[in-house]
Structures are given as structure tokens and as C-alpha cells.
């Protein structure tokens, strides 16, 4: 449950400001890419699954554990890793589905003529970039995970 309530968030927190879902509230002068949406599906998804190893559900197993919790494998500096990872993948997924003269940096630092000629190209490249970062880091974290049985109720 955490999984999706997290990819629905996600999509929402990065699909309303870049306007890849249509409202209100935000206009963009460039139309969607066609690959807006799956890049935008696909981080979500990776950003719920990747939220979800760190839940726990609270139930004791055998040896007292908590069952879906780390035993020790799982180093604090793969942690951090993980969600430093997870973020940078979510921030570039950002970049990449926004409307390239919205993005107020890329204005100051081309203008509106570069963004179009020289960050709308590359876009495509952090889409790509974004997924792949999100994707290393659940396998981090998932690389790292103990696995526990689920009770039976």
C-alpha cells in the first residue's frame, strides 16, 4: 500500500508543476513530449518501491526481529546511498518531463532561445538518467534486504 500511495504522490509532485498533467494552476508554453508520461509512470512506480523498503510492518518473527527489517546487512552508508540515489533519480526525472523554458535556471543560464536549442535535446538523456538512478537505487536497497516470511492471518 505504501508502494502506491507513494507512486501516486510522485506522479502528482512531479506531473502538476510540469504541467504533464494538465490544471489550473500551471501552464507550459511547449507542448508534453510523447515520452513524458511513461518516464513519469515509471518514476513514480520506482519511487513507491523504493519507499517501501523502508517500511516495516511491525510483526515479530522467531528470533525477535521485526519482520521486513534490515538484520544488520544493510550499512548506514548504504542507506544514505540509497536515498541520495533516489532523490538525484527523482530530481532529473523532473528536468526531464518539464517544459524546458519554465525550468527558471535553465532560463537564467541560456535563456529562452538555449533552452529550446540546447536543454530540450538532452532531456530525453535525463529521462533516462533519471530511471536508471531510481532503478540502481532500489537495487541497493533491495540488494542489502533480509528477507522475512509474511505471516499468514
Known amino acids: 500500500m ?4 507513494v507512486a501516486v504522490v510522485t506522479v502528482l509532485v512531479v506531473g502538476v508543476p510540469t504541467d504533464v498533467i494538465p490544471n489550473p494552476l500551471f501552464d507550459r508554453p511547449v507542448e508534453v513530449t510523447w515520452w513524458s508520461w511513461p518516464v513519469l509512470v515509471a518514476t ?3 519511487a513507491g518501491l523504493l519507499a517501501a523498503t523502508y517500511v516495516r510492518n511491525g510483526a515479530r518473527g522467531e528470533n525477535g526481529a521485526e519482520n521486513g527489517a534490515e538484520t544488520g546487512a544493510e550499512t548506514g552508508a548504504e542507506a544514505d546511498r540509497s536515498v ?4 538525484v533519480g527523482g530530481l532529473l526525472a523532473y528536468f526531464a518531463v518539464g517544459c524546458p523554458v519554465c525550468n527558471k535556471f535553465v532560463l537564467l543560464a541560456l535563456g529562452a532561445t538555449g533552452a529550446m536549442e540546447f536543454f530540450a535535446p538532452i532531456q530525453p538523456v ?4 533519471g530511471v536508471v538512478v531510481l ?3 532500489l537495487r541497493v536497497r533491495l540488494r542489502t534486504a533480509t528477507a522475512c516470511p509474511v505471516p499468514l492471518r
Do not use: D, F, K
Open 126 to 129: 535525463l529521462a533516462v538518467a
Open 84 to 87: 541520495r540515489l533516489g532523490g
Open 2 to 5: 505504501v508502494a502506491a500511495a
Open 44 to 46: 513514480g512506480v520506482l
Open 135 to 137: 532503478a540502481i537505487a
